[in-house]
């Protein structure tokens, strides 16, 4: 049986989003199988849904903020692993673009990172018509931060792709985007700079 670390900042009964649902099916799915997962998502006052009775929940603390709880979310949850030890994972599942990983976490865990690029940042805001967006409703302050505050966290995204030990992308047409990406915002690295980073 293989430990897995599974760092989702979407996970029911928080969030039944695409993330959330991923990340659901997943752990269930890898603890099915017999392997050991341990869920650590975001703190929250919700009655649980049903899990298999084998995965382990960890609640860490995070920034109630428009795309800024993306990074404080993955702040905590990666300073929760490191503090587990070198031993504790065999692997670390981080489901990016909703938790963000400091750059130096990539050197403080132990374990091999896998992302799965759950999307991104950039695509998600080139979406949004600034003109259509409603800044008093829930949904429109949410667009609004998307809109403009997320390019400070392309960053980030980019961090996962490039210094994963694995990425996980689920369309082609995603993997084309983020070839194209790398080889525009690292024209001097020559794996980004060549297009084909993800083949």
Not at 12 to 31: C, D, E, K, M
Not at 119 to 138: A, H, K, Q, T, Y
Not at 171 to 191: G, I, M, Q, T, Y
């Amino acid at each position: 049986a293989v430990k897995v670390a599974m760092l989702t900042a979407e996970y029911p009964p928080h969030h039944w989003g695409g993330v959330g649902t991923s990340s659901w099916s997943l752990a269930n799915g890898f603890a099915e199988r017999g392997h050991e997962v341990t869920v650590v998502t975001r703190k929250h006052d919700l009655p649980p849904v049903y899990n298999h009775p084998g995965i382990r929940f960890v609640h860490v603390p995070w920034l109630k903020f428009p795309m800024a709880f993306a990074l404080s979310f993955g702040k905590q949850a990666a300073r929760w692993v490191v503090g587990q030890g070198p031993d504790a994972f065999d692997a670390v599942l981080v489901h990016s673009n909703m938790t963000l990983l400091p750059a130096h976490a990539y050197r403080e865990i132990a374990q091999p990172i896998l992302s799965h690029m759950c999307g991104n940042w950039m695509g998600e805001r080139s979406g949004l018509d600034l003109s259509r967006i409603r800044p008093f409703s829930v949904s429109g302050a949410n667009d609004l931060a998307v809109k403009l505050l997320s390019p400070l966290y392309d960053k980030y995204e980019d961090l996962a792709v490039r210094k994963s030990e694995g990425v996980i992308i689920e369309a082609v047409s995603e993997e084309r985007a983020w070839n194209e990406r790398l080889k525009r915002r690292f024209p001097s690295d020559p794996e980004a700079a060549g297009g084909a980073f993800m083949s």
